[in-house]
């Protein structure tokens, strides 16, 4: 956890604490955790209010005093980041620099303004000086949610139409060789294309305009570590299909014994049996290469309102289908309540995804890094298939197909591995009860 995101206050300002009350809750990057004091005392000032995003570890966000201390004359003090010296600024920035020296400070000694792409359009659209806005991103860097709130505080000044206008005239600098033979002829044949104003926040339906929602910690930090797995891990796939008519059945047994086990129970167990016996696909990528692991954590993607977790099945090559059941069932209603532990979803070694459920055939599931491999699961299927009947003759004999897909990293497991990783898979998976065995 590098930020988080001050949810509510559970105590005012003025408010007596003692050791051990909870302050706020805080969400993090995968649940919703409570912040306790460590000593008694009155809450004095709140510094970061709720709603608050992006707050990085350690920042100061409320101030205490001891019993009998005059609370309201707390003194606040001064942020750690604004130095009041500037001596690499030029002279000739000084003014400007003056207007607003208490929300630059942090990043005018760089020499040069960090702008994110978006927030940088949002400026050149209205017209702004990136250097009236206040930057909350890491190492200064001007967001997106600054310049909507310099947008805010100034207004738009309506530069589209002298902004559209400039952007032609220097497009067509490549083509002026040929522009001046036939001008009119040109952009009769290539009329320009009818498209609509520039996106900007506005009313929705409105052409060109857009509605901002609020983005969680946990839907942030997800997008980052997709985009991490897609640009730098060469995922590889390959799909098997698993005949479960065995273990449909040993379900309906264990039922009449009033036990409830799920699909999806045996195969976290058919999956972590396999990785006992293949432990080279038991692996991880770190920055110093290869790793091999020496447990066997299972990592289940459980769906939420806030975007998809992955609680840790661990052990689970050791642990029986009803015990897996079990932990599985308590994890992901932890998950959907926003109260897991981070222990309880950091170490995994292998993810498994399934949205047969939802009557997905097959799908690929992106890798969770630092894991090697993650197996998607789709649909149980009825399909009939030719067989031969005990005197011979050929006849018809119905299964219940599921295919599942193993996204692996190409960088640990090749694709005869992996392909050899699918067959044993399927082969536990089939015989359940061998599975008890090993």
């Not at 969680?216 to 698993?242: F, M, Q, W």
């Not at 479960?244 to 036990?259: E, F, N, S, T, W």
């Not at 222990?343 to 995994?348: A, I, N």
Request: charged fraction near 20%.
């Amino acid at each position: 956890m590098e930020e988080g995101r001050v949810l509510k206050w559970l105590k005012k300002e003025g408010e007596s604490v003692s050791a051990g009350d909870a302050l706020c809750e805080i969400e993090t990057d995968k649940a919703v955790i409570s912040m306790d004091s460590n000593e008694d005392g009155i809450l004095a000032k709140i510094l970061i209010e709720e709603g608050s995003q992006s707050v990085r570890l350690g920042t100061l966000i409320a101030l205490m005093v001891d019993e009998g201390q005059d609370w309201k004359q707390v003194e606040i003090p001064a942020p750690e980041s604004a130095p009041a010296p500037l001596p690499s600024t030029p002279p000739s920035s000084a003014a400007p620099t003056g207007a607003v020296s208490h929300k630059v400070e942090p990043r005018v000694g760089t020499g040069q303004l960090r702008l994110s792409p978006a927030a940088r359009h949002i400026l050149d659209t209205h017209g702004l000086d990136p250097g009236q806005a206040k930057p909350s991103g890491p190492r200064g860097l001007i967001t997106k949610e600054d310049a909507l709130n310099l947008l805010k505080q100034t207004g738009s000044r309506g530069p589209a139409a002298p902004k559209a206008a400039s952007v032609p005239s220097a497009a067509p600098q490549p083509p002026q060789p040929s522009q001046p033979a036939h001008p009119a002829s040109t952009s009769q044949a290539y009329p320009r294309p009818s498209i609509p104003p520039i996106s900007v926040p506005g009313k929705p339906a409105a052409p060109g305009t857009f509605t901002e929602f609020p983005s969680s910690n946990v839907r942030r930090v997800i997008a980052k570590r997709l985009t991490e797995s897609k640009t730098t891990i060469p995922h590889s796939y390959a799909s098997i299909d698993c005949d479960l008519g065995a273990v449909q059945q040993l379900r309906m047994d264990l039922a009449k014994d009033a036990i409830k086990v799920s699909v999806n129970d045996f195969i976290i167990k058919a999956a972590a049996i396999t990785l006992k016996e293949m432990p080279e696909v038991n692996v991880t990528w770190s920055e110093e290469g290869p790793q091999s692991l020496g447990s066997i954590h299972i990592s289940i993607a459980v769906a939420t309102e806030k975007g998809l977790l992955t609680p840790i099945i661990r052990d689970a090559a050791t642990k029986g289908v009803q015990e897996i059941a079990a932990n599985a069932r308590a994890l992901a209603q932890k998950a959907r309540d926003g109260k897991l532990l981070p222990e309880e979803y950091q170490g995994g070694s292998f993810s498994i995804s399934n949205l047969g459920m939802f009557g997905i055939s097959g799908f690929s599931a992106v890798i969770n890094p630092p894991q090697a491999c993650i197996l998607a699961v789709g649909r149980l299927r009825p399909e009939l298939s030719p067989c031969l009947d005990p005197d011979g003759s050929p006849a018809l004999r119905q299964q219940q197909l599921m295919t599942v897909t193993l996204s692996s990293d190409g960088r640990l497991i090749d694709d005869q591995l992996a392909a050899q990783f699918l067959d044993k898979f399927r082969a536990n998976l089939e015989r359940p009860q061998r599975m008890a065995l090993i």
